[in-house]
């Protein structure tokens, strides 16, 4: 009995393990190989007790024109496109994730005025506790009304999508921090 | 029932038994039985132990996560990754420790099975913030709930089986916050509910007295009206009231045919569902619990959407079994006016749905929704005084004000609820105040007269 019990703890104990071990894998793969797409952001920063504290991200590409509401309510990707200025843009959306390096799966928004919105897989950046304040700070600086100049890059593989850095000024966010506090020195 | 032994007793009858075997009283087997018998009772380890080794587990976990949270600035993705798995191999370890030396004691198992629990959950969350990773809460809880359900039964933690039901009804309020959409699919809920239902089982045949059975039997019974309550929702029938009170009715009868008592008092699982028939009854004496959302169809559905309208009637249908199944010559021990409750509230949604919907009335409100309502009223009139009666002959004054705190609401809902006078409803509070007085006093001279 007791070695039964034992077997069965032994498969549990490696599902436990598996399944933030291939949360993890998946995401390597796709910063490694996935495409890189840049969005324009408008974050903000709250507080999340649990998981340290993040920039919530708003994006410009989750509004965008279309004529009809959408009616199905069960996995929808956006196919991206790439803008004239060199950001992301929503083309249009579909059932199934063609092609792979530029479709993500989205949840559907609200519909007003042939405007739809959408919310993309990645509402957060999350950041050290360090940096959050002045992460925050430097935001606020750069996303002012004609100080347009923070966005992220996400990387796209088999519709799978993943955040992968902030940037202020043309910097990543920890350059930027860096050369702020060498500045101020 | 072992559950109710005072173990004092129980103490000093053990220390009397090599007396009573050497004067001849009692033979050896019988002295043997007797032993065996208050065995487990004895065994039993004291309960605040248990609590107090598994909050000091959950602390040592949550200050874990809050070290790993706040202090590793400067680590790169990869040494973040193995840090995140080492608390979970620690827990894993605790947990085959504790399963190959220390099964026998339950503050290990216990302490433990939250410890690892924990874990799980620091390691999934961890991931998910090292590499950016966005799922909704609805999903991490999902994930959460199925990897820590399996350690509920290896580790025989009734604790934990609580908590998991705790979890998923905290899973069902995510997953309707965290979808654009009106009442969204809660159908795994009874996914994760049956996971638990053969751990129940196991305990309450092993120790259907014990506190912690009854703790378990409460949780699942709350957790069971916030799983009805979405899929009502969901299902988008008129037929919400008539699962309600099924599933009152049902945990009702459950209580007082498998957890019986010797004396006159109630289970707390029979005084759960006592409690919800009468709170169920005054809702639906409202007349606008009956203005029918007609919004029932028998055409196409989906899959889930058959099964919860199948699920509104299954309580119900267990209920009304429960009564007819009890054996005819048997003395009927619970109240035939809890236990009707689904067939009236039956009656009356056919009755609300008689008449057609007219014009001239609000929204969805039918002629009939008044003659429904009335009924209810009636219903919960005669539930007051049949739960007064009850309590008066059993000599129960919780009971007794219990049916009086019932007849009171419904009056005081009439009041605000109907264009009554004012010089009437005065007169109604009086009437149910002075009944308040007349049973109290009749009870307590009840009680003076058997002492005396």
Redesign the interface.
Known sequence: M?NI??A??IL??L???S???L??WT??QT?AYGRVWKFKTAPIDPEDA???RYVMLRLDAEDFTQSEQLKS?DSIYAILKEGPDGFAQVDHLSPSPVPADSAMKV????WWQERQHIVF??????L????APQAEKAYQENSRRGQQNAYVTVRIRNGDA???QLYIDNKTLVEYLRAQQSEKK | MAGSTNRRAVRWLRGQLPELVAAGVISPENAGAIERHYGSVESRTNFGVVILASVGAALVGAGI?LLI??N??DLSRAAR?VI??LP??IA?AL??FT??RR?ESRPWREAVAIF?VAA?AT????????????GSFADFMR?WLL?SI??VY?LRTTLGACVYLIGIIVWLFAHEIG???RSPDPMFFWVLFLLIVPYFLLRFFEDRGSRETAALAIVMAIALAFGLGFTTGFAKTDLGGVAFAGLMTAIYLCGIKFFPRTDERLHIVALLGGIGIGISAIVLSFESSWHMGREFFWGQRSFDGNIAVALEFLFPIVAVALVALDPIRRRVKFSLAAAVFPIVTAVALGIANLCPPSDAESLHKTSCSFTAAALMNCYALWLGIDILTRGIRSDSIARANFGLILIAALAISRFFDSELSFVTRGLGFIVVGTGFLVANILLFKKRAAAAA
């Open positions: 007791k019990r034992l069965i703890f549990v104990a599902a436990q393990l399944v933030p071990a949360m993890a995401r390597v910063l649990v998981r340290g309510i949840e559907p928004g609200g897989p990645f509402r957060y950046f999350w050290t506790e360090k940096s993943a955040l992968e | 996560i949270a706040h590793w600035d990754t995140v798995f979970l191999l894993q947990v085959g399963l190959m099964n690892d799980v390691a999934i969350s961890l991931i998910s913030q090292t590499y950016q990773i966005q994930v990897l399996p350690i290896l979808i654009f959409v």
